[in-house]
């Protein structure tokens, strides 16, 4: 028996979460109920007081992590077991922020040793770029830093990036460019100077379609200006595991950086596929992301259930998609500089966690996770948020906050967090059909009137939310913020019974599109795929044959 199904508890659960009464009336009944259902770990607070929980949901909750051996499966994590089975890979991006002891060993090596070196390397990389002593092939020092990455190797970097904005150093401008589109990389190429332009290869296996695709225009591009073969090592370095097939390309051992087969793409931005964000913000912020995530690991590793913040976060999810039927989850950062953190979050979830079959093999019979998505407030209020509020499906929802701006401006932020704050109010609080009388009769319509329109502006209210909070972005709080989601998807994935940590529909697409790309590119090569494929390659031929042919 495998799935929730295999918890002698999870009958009592879900008989309880049924019986629970409506959100406000909670509230009703307990008027320290959010002191109670509040806490605060590694400079962060959720308030997880408007969900529907009571203290004997929190028993309940402790009962099933008993019941899956959740202390044991974290620990298993952290001591650098091979946790992803299917791999036979330990999972140790915990490692890349010193939360491992010396003891651990992967792939034959001690683990903080390589994190330690390679640290020191990415310093020593930051300091000859801040300082003007990296040289481009005419001799002028390097301006500008294009990251070409995907997937992990992108995601991770552009997010923390763009946060730390207030940070940057401005002295080395950082790029990214992930998408295969040419118009990506041509509009970015389009503004730089090949003269004092390096570029950063993020790919393990250094054969990722998109990013080696993407290099290799990056390389024409500077081979175009006058740089040769030889010189492609002054504008070139790479985070890899292939360091062949790196040189191969023109760039020099010395320039490549390591990838562990420990550390999973979506969780790759604590190491040096975090060269952009410490060019971009110095090498003592990305130190500090890094303490930051080793509070949330410590935290995560040592506080009880019912004070452990990825546990309640990730168990609070379980039971609105296993028990009440949720299918989605917003995040809504109220802060600018986190606008793509929902994109972040939406790899690192749905790429861990969207799996059919439990680590037997046994094919799962409930969901493993939501859809995951959102947007940065106040813009969602204009949009989407008219679904939160009236439409029929159950969302849960993540707002973020941080209490203090970077940027004193007028009155600006304090209603962007009175946005927040009654956004999660309202949704659970909704307005009744008497209530919308009322305020419709005081405007003077007629009864026909207000029987007419009330009924369109009723909200059932009763939507839960979690409210998490930090004193001011900082690089040290984003890394809390982060390292919690990632506990949160460790911890779901335990008590789903899957493997968190392998991505195989990923690598479907990934062989399919290069049999795609051989029969678009070799025109004598048969249409042998399904009717559907054949007439859409059939027709991108037909149509640039024509382009070829002006």
Known sequence: MTGLTRFPSNAALSAHLSALPDLKSLFAADPARAERFCLSAAGLTLDYSKNHLTDATLALFAKLADEAHLTDRIEEMFAGKAINHTEGRAVLHVALRGSTDDAVIA?????????????????????????????????KAITDVVSIGIGGSFLGPKIVTEALKPYWLNNVNVHFVANIDGAALADKLGKLNPETTLFITASKSFGTQETLTNSESARDWLQAAGARFEDLAKHFVAVTANVAKAQAFGIAAGNCFPMWDWVGGRYSLWSAIGLPIALAVGMPAFIELLAGAKDMDLHFKTAPLKANMPMLLALIGISYINYHGATSHVLLPYDHGMRALPGYVQQLDMESNGKGSHRDGDSAQHLTGPVIWGAEGTNGQHAFHQLLHQGKQLIPADFILPLT??????????????????????????????????????????????????????????????????????????????????????????????????????????????????????????????????????????????????
């Not at 770029?129 to 005419?138: A, P, R, S, V, Y």
């Open 405 to 550: 701006s970077h940027y004193a401006l007028g009155r600006h932020h304090a209603m962007l967090a009175s946005n927040c704050f009654a956004q999660s109010q309202a949704l659970m609080e909704g307005k009744s059909l008497d209530k919308a009388k009322q305020e419709l009769a005081k405007s003077g319509l007629t009864d026909q009137q207000i029987a007419s329109l009330a009924p369109h502006k009723v909200m059932p209210g009763n939507r839960p939310s979690n409210t998490l909070l930090m004193d001011k972005l900082t690089p040290k709080t984003l890394g809390a913020l982060i390292a919690l989601y990632e506990h949160k998807v460790l911890v779901q994935g335990v008590f789903w019974d899957i493997n968190s940590f392998d991505q195989w529909g990923v690598e479907l697409g990934k062989v399919l599109g290069n049999a795609v790309l051989e029969r678009i590119e070799n025109t004598d090569a048969a249409l042998d795929l399904d009717s559907s494929t054949n007439g859409l390659i059939a027709r991108f031929r037909a149509l640039n044959a024509k382009k070829g042919d002006a």
């Open 107 to 139: 792939e034959g090596q001690q683990v903080n040793q390589e994190v330690a070196q390679t640290l020191a390397r990415m310093d020593d990389f930051v300091s000859q770029l801040h300082g003007g002593n990296w040289h481009g092939f005419t001799g």
